[in-house]
């Protein structure tokens, strides 16, 4: 197989986040595709605990829990 065809292969890559099964498919080498799918994860780990209603500290319930006015990030604007 040719470093072309090999590239041109989608590889895919599975993960659980936001209480649903996520599916990646990346068409690169091997290695570019699991670097860019350990980003892809990490990216849905980090918006989950920034949005989860089921992580206490998270920005969501810190901010349905406040009382006043609270500063946040322009991902929950």
Do not use: C, Y
């Not at 072309?4 to 091997?30: H, I, W």
């Not at 918006?47 to 349905?64: G, H, I, K, P, T």
């Amino acid at each position: 197989m040719s470093r072309t065809e090999q590239v041109a292969r989608p590889l895919r890559f599975q993960f659980r986040a936001m209480n649903t099964d996520v599916e990646v498919q990346l068409s690169a080498g091997r290695e570019e595709a699991e670097h860019a799918a350990t980003l892809v994860k990490n990216w849905f780990e980090t918006q989950e605990q920034r949005f989860s209603r089921f992580v206490a500290d998270s920005e969501l319930n810190r901010l349905n829990g406040s009382t006043g006015w609270i500063p946040i990030s322009a991902a929950m604007d």
